[in-house]
T-cell receptor, first 114, second 109 residues
Framework: TAGITQAPTSQILAAGRSMTLRCTQD?????MYWYRQDLGLGLRLIHY???????GKGEVPDGYSVSRANTDDFPLTLASAVPSQTSVYFC?????????????FGEGSRLTVL | GQNIDQPTEMTATEGAIVQINCTYQ??????LFWYQQHAGEAPTFLSY??LDGLEEKGRFSSFLSRSKGYSYLLLKELQMKDSASYLC??????????WGAGTKLIIKP
């Protein structure tokens, strides 16, 4: 079972360019999430989706957008990248109907904005 | 504001026992999670506590005291492969996870 697949695993991007990080899950989980992880900080939620067709803003949504056209896919788009968006990005999913449901994470996408 | 505190780094010896503490202040409480994250890899689920007390799972145990806003992760019979970061996260009243910065555990032979 693949679980959650993210692409690309690593990318260097010029400031001002746009970029879409892809995330696909095969577990039929309702809820999906995008986090960024920076050294010395906890995981910070960017956007989330509790079900297909619905999205919400997390703690640090500015500069990012998401869509949830179907259950499996949850892409994250940076419309005009800035150096402060250099980070490791993790996509995750959970069975939102279960209280205490664990998160399943993708392997991460390391993004460097120059 | 909401806050999760855990030590930045700890060192322990192979075969020993180590306790990683986590204190939290959040808007409501709907459970506390521990995740393990090896360097360069994704976090993986270790445990979930929603009621006070100790949950044991093999070499790992997790304890919760809601009145004290406190949890710990206890690792026994440490192995070199336990070298990793351990992340504490609390689910608040809105069912959003608030994450600590993680504790890097270094295991020495």
């Amino acid at each position: 079972t693949a679980g959650i697949t993210q692409a690309p695993t690593s990318q260097i991007l010029a400031a001002g360019r746009s970029m879409t990080l892809r995330c696909t899950q095969d577990m039929r989980h309702n809820a999906m999430y995008w986090y960024r992880q920076d050294l010395g900080l906890g995981l910070r939620l960017i956007h989330y989706s509790n079900t297909a067709g619905s999205t919400g803003k997390g703690e640090v949504p500015d500069g990012y957008s998401v869509s949830r056209a179907n259950t499996d896919d949850f892409p994250l788009t940076l419309a005009s990248a800035v150096p402060s968006q250099t980070s490791v990005y993790f996509c995750a999913s959970s069975d939102a109907g279960t209280a205490g449901g664990e998160l399943f994470f993708g392997e991460g996408s390391r993004l460097t904005v120059l | 504001g909401q806050n999760i505190d855990q030590p930045t780094e700890m060192t322990a010896t192979e075969g020993a026992i180590v306790q990683i503490n986590c204190t939290y202040q959040t808007s409501g409480f709907n459970g506390l999670f521990w995740y393990q994250q090896h360097a360069g890899e994704a976090p993986t689920f270790l445990s979930y506590n929603v009621l006070d007390g100790l949950e044991e799972k093999g070499r790992f145990s997790s304890f919760l005291s809601r009145s004290k806003g406190y949890s710990y992760l206890l690792l026994k019979e440490l192995q070199m492969k336990d070298s990793a970061s351990y992340l504490c996260a609390v689910m608040d009243s809105n069912y959003q996870l608030i994450w600590g910065a993680g504790t890097k555990l270094i295991i020495k032979p």
